[in-house]
Nanobody
Framework: QVQPVESGGGLVQAGDSLRLSCAAS????????MGWFRQAPGKEREFVAS????????TYADSVKGRFTISRGNAKNTVYLQMNSLKPEDTAVYYC????????????????WGQGTQVTVSS
């Protein structure tokens, strides 16, 4: 059973940086792909970034390319989302998700989800 747990959200100003963490309970993370999604009030949940644990391969939404970086941490089973140059439109609840297999960007392809962490960017 994979149970992602997010942490690191908060309130920041536009232009600031923030790092989110996601710890997965799965012992054999090598078979997983991990994704970050976000959902703003009144909007659908959208893809942000994903990483395949075994290869380190990544994909990003166009809206965050060049500003956000997803990575595997030295800490066991932990994935990070480094968010730089934050904008008010990045305000959302950010969710970590996991799936067994290759990279995907659709929410329906991820069966395991965390509870979410709030990120608020003030202008």
């Amino acid at each position: 059973q994979v149970q992602p747990v997010e942490s690191g959200g908060g309130l920041v100003q536009a232009g600031d940086s923030l790092r989110l963490s996601c710890a997965a309970s799965e012992r054999t993370v090598g078979r997983l792909s991990m994704g970050w999604f976000r959902q703003a009030p009144g909007k659908e949940r959208e893809f942000v970034a994903s990483i395949r644990w075994s290869t380190g391969g990544t994909t990003y939404a166009d809206s965050v390319k060049g500003r956000f970086t997803i990575s595997r941490g030295n800490a066991k089973n932990t994935v990070y989302l480094q968010m730089n140059s934050l904008k008010p439109e990045d305000t959302a609840v950010y969710y970590c998700a996991a799936r067994v297999g290759t990279l995907r960007s659709a929410t329906q392809d991820y069966p395991y989800w965390g509870q979410g962490t709030q990120v608020t960017v003030s202008s």
